[in-house]
């Protein structure tokens, strides 16, 4: 599963994929969207260079690429273009665009950059590409020469700016490329700490690099793509020995799918919305036929956190400006109440911008999305498990870009991430602006953290806990916790899903689940506790906490809230009970730690616990921000 | 694997890198093949390397002199 470098969201080339090109030669008229449709698939190399040839051959005839913008692109290079080249013109159709290629003779980057005459200089670009890998900066090793080092940079930079000054006068546009990590190491780690070496020489360029961008010079990260697809295999020598050819050359559409969708982004044709499918897709299930406590979007199960995952995800592109919309075959009251009632979903119904729940086709309901928010439908991108929809919007609505998602759900993020679909040539200050906010509460919560103690570091982290008695809704959570639970586990005592539900009926018995959210998130459910009433004693059957909120004080909260609903009751005092297991060793001083007294231990290593809870004071602990409860949990409200 | 299965992939590979859907015997040599260049030929090659499942060293890469040889050469490599 590697969606970024084999373009996991397109789907494969068809078989009449060769056959459907050659018919282009021949043909008339437009062939835009013909040859969109082509570029829309998961290309080879040789596969691009075919489409590639069409558009050359179209030069002169502007009808036939009537439909996409035309791009001259300059390219400046210390390796060959040969290779590159056509797969960049065909993976400009991707996005609309007909790129014309001008590239400089081999290993000539000042002269071509420098000289008003050059060959780049001369063609009226309207971008040029300085496709320049560390070869081809003097950036050479001086291992703990600190001053040396940093010489080689500077001139290294130094180039950089030469050649932009240079290319200012006749082109509108520079695209500088970050330089990947060598694969290759002379000191091991320690290459990382050492002043003059090659890595550090590498990442300081890329620093520099990204400063200079900034202001006014785009940058394309292939840094950033080398790594994601993998150094090891993006550095290939054999390729630079016998062909000059900088990197593997499996990664060429990968690379050339990178730029294209960058010179989109300069050319405003990034995607715009979001488009969700709800069952299967933003949580698992199907929610007519599951209902809202039958679906899956459980923090900790491992397919509803892949759901809670591309939830997040689309989140996060909403908060960078992408517009969400839901498209969803169910009847709407159904769908929208889980995104107003169930209570792991992160998305709301505030986020999304256009919600379409019904049982019309869903081309008909994205052509009235795209109307509703006056966009075009080459604006829209659509994530749909169901491959039947997929293929029904590709054949109806080819102007919609439509991942292929993998089988497992766990990719979903990572595949229509890796489309790139919301490329960004610049970021606005309506954008900023709203990421500030997150920037300076993040750093709220830092300064908090360093000059506080630990409670001001809690109070920081905003916390919401949340009490429950057992429900339907959480019982499958609780099933798990129970289950899976082993080192905040007092009693390490399992339940099935049949027995948490007899639990939750069983008037003797108070059982509460509790959930935390803080400004991280929301951590879901994490914490159990069940107590059996005899008369004016209860005893703690069982008592859990995921690992991941300890040392949050939850346990305290706990015990108060429990005490609270015991002492409703007439309960006045309370047995703990630890029994020891393997593995949680971590919980065995937990009794005495919340003030219960040891009564005995036995010879097991049992240890029964007193604590009397008419007397003592429990004090929540007032570092949460909101305590809120669901008042139908005591056995009084119930019945 | 035969030589006529060898021929009979090559065909399909000269299609993809080539556009070339003329005669190939032992004796076609890059002349005879429009964009058979020296760039041309490393995509033939690493065409070949993938179709086939076998991998050249670079030094065969450069010396081979007509088509006959190359076959030769995947017969070799792919058992």
Same mark, same amino acid.
């Given at each position: 599963?590697e969606?970024?470098?084999?373009?996991g969201?397109?789907?494969?080339?068809?078989?009449?994929f060769?056959?459907?090109a050659?018919?282009?030669?021949?043909?008339?008229?437009d062939l835009?969207a013909e040859?969109?449709?082509?570029?829309?698939?998961?290309?080879?190399a040789?596969?691009?260079?075919?489409?590639?040839?069409?558009?050359?051959?179209?030069r002169?005839?502007?009808?036939?690429?009537?439909g996409?913008?035309?791009? %001259?692109?300059g390219i400046?290079?210390?390796?060959?273009?040969d290779f590159?080249?056509?797969?960049?013109?065909g993976?400009?159709?991707?996005?609309?665009?007909?790129?014309?290629?001008?590239a400089?003779?081999y290993?000539?980057?000042?002269?071509?950059?420098l000289?008003?005459?050059?060959?780049v200089?001369?063609?009226?670009?309207?971008v040029?590409?300085?496709?320049? $890998?560390?070869?081809?900066?003097?950036?050479?090793?001086?291992?703990?020469?600190r001053?040396?080092g940093?010489?080689?940079i500077a001139t290294?930079l130094?180039?950089v700016e030469?050649?932009?000054?240079?290319?200012?006068?006749y082109?509108?546009?520079?695209?500088?490329?970050?330089l990947?990590?060598?694969?290759?190491?002379?000191l091991?780690s320690y290459?990382?700490?050492l002043?003059?070496?090659?890595?550090q020489?590498?990442a300081?360029?890329?620093?520099g690099l990204a400063?200079?961008?900034s202001?006014?010079?785009?940058?394309?990260?292939v840094?950033?793509?080398?790594?994601?697809?993998?150094?090891?295999?993006?550095?290939?020598?054999?390729?630079?020995?016998?062909?000059?050819q900088?990197?593997?050359?499996s990664?060429?559409?990968?690379y050339?799918?990178?730029?294209?969708?960058?010179?989109?982004a300069l050319?405003? %044709?990034?995607?715009?919305?979001?488009?969700? $499918?709800?069952?299967?897709?933003?949580w698992s299930?199907?929610?007519g036929?599951d209902g809202?406590?039958g679906?899956?979007?459980?923090?900790?199960?491992?397919?509803?956190?892949?759901h809670?995952?591309?939830?997040?995800?689309?989140?996060?592109?909403? *908060?960078?400006?992408?517009?969400?919309a839901v498209?969803?075959?169910?009847?709407d009251?159904?769908?929208?109440?889980?995104?107003?009632?169930?209570?792991?979903?992160l998305?709301?119904?505030?986020?999304?911008?256009v919600?379409?729940?019904?049982?019309t086709? %869903?081309a008909?309901?994205?052509?009235?999305i795209a109307e509703?928010?006056?966009?075009?439908?080459?604006s829209?991108v659509?994530? *749909?498990d169901?491959?039947?929809?997929?293929?029904?919007i590709?054949?109806r609505?080819?102007?919609?870009?439509?991942?292929?998602l993998?089988?497992?759900?766990a990719?979903?993020v990572?595949?229509?991430?890796?489309?790139?679909y919301?490329?960004?040539?610049g970021?606005?200050?309506?954008d900023?602006?709203?990421?500030?906010?997150y920037?300076q509460?993040?750093?709220?919560?830092?300064?908090?953290?360093?000059?506080?103690?630990?409670?001001?570091y809690?109070?920081?982290?905003?916390?919401?806990?949340?009490?429950?008695?057992?429900?339907?809704?959480?019982?499958?959570?609780?099933?798990?916790?129970?289950n %899976?639970?082993n080192?905040?586990n007092?009693?390490?005592?399992?339940?099935?899903?049949?027995?948490?539900?007899?639990?939750?009926d069983?008037?003797?018995?108070v059982?509460l689940q509790?959930?935390?959210e803080?400004?991280?998130?929301?951590?879901?459910m994490?914490?159990?506790?069940?107590?059996?009433?005899?008369?004016?004693?209860?005893?703690?059957?069982?008592w859990?906490?995921?690992?991941?909120?300890l040392?949050?004080r939850?346990e305290?909260?706990?015990?108060?809230?429990?005490?609270r609903?015991?002492r409703?009751?007439?309960?006045?005092?309370?047995?703990?009970?630890?029994r020891?297991?393997?593995?949680?060793?971590i919980?065995?001083?937990?009794?005495?730690k919340?003030?219960?007294?040891?009564?005995?231990?036995?010879?097991a290593?049992?240890?029964?616990?007193?604590?009397?809870?008419?007397?003592? $004071?429990?004090?929540?602990?007032?570092?949460f921000?909101?305590?809120?409860?669901?008042?139908?949990?005591?056995?009084?409200a119930k019945? | 694997?035969t030589?006529d299965?060898?021929?009979s992939?090559?065909?399909?590979i000269?299609d993809?890198?080539?556009?070339?859907?003329?005669?190939?015997?032992?004796?076609?040599?890059?002349?005879?093949?429009?964009?058979?260049?020296?760039?041309?030929?490393?995509?033939?090659?690493?065409?070949?390397?993938?179709?086939?499942g076998?991998?050249f060293?670079?030094?065969?890469?450069?010396g081979?002199?007509?088509?006959?040889?190359?076959?030769?050469a995947?017969?070799q490599?792919a058992?």
């Amino acid at each position: 599963m590697e969606p970024i470098a084999h373009l996991g969201w397109l789907p494969p080339a068809p078989e009449d994929f060769a056959a459907r090109a050659k018919a282009l030669k021949a043909a008339e008229g437009d062939l835009s969207a013909e040859l969109r449709a082509l570029a829309g698939y998961r290309l080879d190399a040789n596969q691009l260079q075919r489409l590639a040839r069409i558009v050359e051959a179209a030069r002169g005839r502007e009808e036939v690429l009537a439909g996409m913008m035309p791009l %001259k692109l300059g390219i400046i290079s210390n390796a060959t273009t040969d290779f590159v080249s056509p797969a960049i013109i065909g993976s400009g159709l991707r996005h609309g665009l007909a790129i014309e290629v001008v590239a400089g003779p081999y290993g000539q980057c000042m002269q071509e950059a420098l000289d008003p005459g050059s060959m780049v200089n001369r063609a009226g670009c309207d971008v040029v590409l300085l496709a320049i $890998d560390s070869r081809g900066y003097p950036l050479h090793s001086a291992p703990g020469d600190r001053d040396a080092g940093e010489a080689a940079i500077a001139t290294a930079l130094g180039q950089v700016e030469a050649m932009r000054a240079g290319l200012a006068a006749y082109c509108p546009t520079v695209i500088v490329q970050s330089l990947p990590a060598l694969p290759e190491t002379l000191l091991g780690s320690y290459d990382a700490l050492l002043a003059g070496s090659e890595t550090q020489a590498v990442a300081a360029f890329n620093t520099g690099l990204a400063e200079r961008a900034s202001s006014g010079m785009l940058l394309l990260d292939v840094a950033g793509l080398a790594a994601r697809t993998g150094l090891d295999r993006w550095h290939d020598p054999a390729a630079w020995n016998v062909a000059k050819q900088p990197f593997a050359h499996s990664l060429i559409p990968a690379y050339a799918e990178h730029l294209a969708r960058l010179l989109g982004a300069l050319k405003g %044709k990034s995607r715009k919305v979001l488009v969700l $499918d709800l069952d299967n897709t933003v949580w698992s299930g199907v929610i007519g036929d599951d209902g809202l406590d039958g679906i899956n979007i459980a923090q900790g199960d491992p397919v509803g956190e892949a759901h809670l995952a591309l939830q997040a995800f689309a989140l996060s592109l909403r *908060d960078r400006g992408v517009v969400l919309a839901v498209s969803s075959k169910n009847t709407d009251e159904i769908a929208r109440q889980v995104f107003r009632e169930h209570p792991d979903m992160l998305l709301r119904e505030e986020h999304i911008a256009v919600f379409q729940a019904n049982w019309t086709d %869903k081309a008909s309901n994205l052509g009235g999305i795209a109307e509703a928010l006056n966009l075009g439908l080459d604006s829209l991108v659509f994530v *749909d498990d169901n491959p039947a929809e997929r293929e029904l919007i590709r054949q109806r609505l080819p102007q919609v870009a439509v991942p292929e998602l993998p089988d497992s759900s766990a990719f979903y993020v990572r595949t229509v991430a890796a489309a790139g679909y919301f490329e960004a040539a610049g970021f606005s200050d309506e954008d900023r602006a709203r990421s500030k906010f997150y920037e300076q509460n993040a750093k709220r919560v830092a300064v908090q953290a360093a000059a506080g103690g630990i409670d001001d570091y809690l109070a920081s982290l905003a916390m919401t806990i949340r009490f429950a008695p057992f429900d339907e809704r959480g019982r499958a959570r609780i099933a798990q916790l129970i289950n %899976k639970s082993n080192q905040f586990n007092l009693t390490t005592r399992r339940y099935t899903e049949g027995e948490v539900a007899a639990l939750g009926d069983d008037p003797a018995v108070v059982a509460l689940q509790i959930r935390l959210e803080d400004v991280f998130g929301d951590n879901g459910m994490i914490s159990t506790v069940i107590a059996r009433v005899r008369g004016e004693e209860a005893e703690i059957d069982t008592w859990l906490m995921s690992c991941r909120v300890l040392g949050r004080r939850v346990e305290e909260a706990a015990l108060a809230e429990l005490a609270r609903l015991l002492r409703a009751r007439g309960v006045t005092r309370l047995i703990g009970i630890f029994r020891p297991s393997e593995r949680n060793g971590i919980v065995v001083d937990h009794y005495r730690k919340l003030g219960f007294t040891l009564d005995s231990t036995d010879a097991a290593g049992e240890a029964r616990w007193e604590l009397d809870i008419a007397s003592a $004071d429990f004090d929540f602990p007032d570092i949460f921000a909101h305590v809120l409860r669901e008042d139908t949990y005591s056995q009084e409200a119930k019945a | 694997m035969t030589d006529d299965d060898i021929y009979s992939k090559l065909a399909t590979i000269f299609d993809d890198v080539f556009e070339y859907e003329g005669p190939l015997g032992p004796e076609t040599v890059s002349a005879d093949v429009d964009g058979w260049d020296s760039v041309g030929h490393i995509r033939l090659v690493l065409a070949a390397e993938e179709v086939f499942g076998v991998r050249f060293e670079p030094k065969e890469v450069v010396g081979l002199n007509n088509l006959g040889e190359l076959v030769a050469a995947i017969r070799q490599k792919a058992g």
